[in-house]
């Protein structure tokens, strides 16, 4: 089945580490995108991709960093430098052109 | 710039009621519109999209009308099911861009 897979589902990290949130897409999709969810404020644009090589911070991607090496892989990197990680993040990617996205299952980051 | 303004939840209704969610964007140009539901501990689905001026998107029996003269795209059902309870969120996607604007969501519960 196509779809997008985001791994792990849950994930903790201790304060001061770096930590890397895995999306895969098999939609053969150029475009793919991370959002941040947080309770009552929708979802935020941390970084997006429209082809291999090639990516552009969205609206909050301070304390973020992303890598697109193959088309079908879109990690991110949620680095020590952001305050306030703990927070519910989905991937997602679209057609390059067509806005109608298609979203991961999400993976929830606690900082402990 | 581009924005969405959702209707503030919770909602609660018993089961069969109408809903309406209530949603109105602002934006440049002529943007997608968009509705995704979002169930609980999961990633975001597609509802319904309309594109242009006078579309109505429907799914599910869920339906919303794109409104130009008004700029709104409110989200109705007849009769809600208790299986409807999610979180509901307005998107809209400007003219040549990729990425989505999301409103801040409306968590709709529906009691038997």
């Known amino acids: 089945d196509g779809g997008i897979t985001q791994s792990p589902k849950y994930l903790f990290r201790k304060e001061g580490q770096n930590v890397t949130l895995s999306c895969e897409q098999n939609?053969?999709?150029?475009?793919m995108y991370w959002y941040r969810q947080d309770p009552g404020q929708g979802l935020r644009l941390i970084y997006y991709s429209q082809i291999v090589n090639d990516f552009q911070k969205g609206d909050i991607a301070e304390g973020y960093s992303v890598s697109r090496e193959k088309k079908e892989s879109f990690p991110l990197t949620v680095t020590s430098a952001q305050k306030n990680p703990t927070a519910f993040y989905l991937c997602?990617?679209?057609?390059?052109?067509?806005?109608?996205?298609?979203f991961g299952q999400g993976t929830r980051l606690t900082v402990v | 710039g581009d924005s969405v303004t959702q209707m503030e939840g919770p909602v609660t209704l018993s089961e069969e009621a109408f809903l309406t969610i209530n949603c109105t964007y602002t934006a440049t140009g002529y943007p997608s519109l968009f509705w995704y539901v979002q169930y609980p501990g999961e990633g975001l689905q597609l509802l319904l999209k309309?594109?242009?001026?006078?579309d109505k998107g429907s799914n599910k029996g869920f339906e919303a009308t794109y409104r130009k003269e008004t700029t709104s795209f409110h989200l109705e059902k007849g009769s809600v099911q208790v299986s409807d309870s999610a979180v509901y969120f307005c998107?809209?996607?400007?003219?040549?861009?990729?990425?989505?604007?999301f409103g801040t969501g409306t968590r709709l519960t529906v009691i038997p």
């Open positions: 997602a990617s679209s057609i390059l052109g067509d806005a109608e996205a298609f």
């Open positions: 939609l053969n999709h150029d475009a």
């Open positions: 309309a594109t242009k001026a006078d």
């Open positions: 998107a809209l996607s400007s003219t040549g861009a990729n990425n989505l604007f």
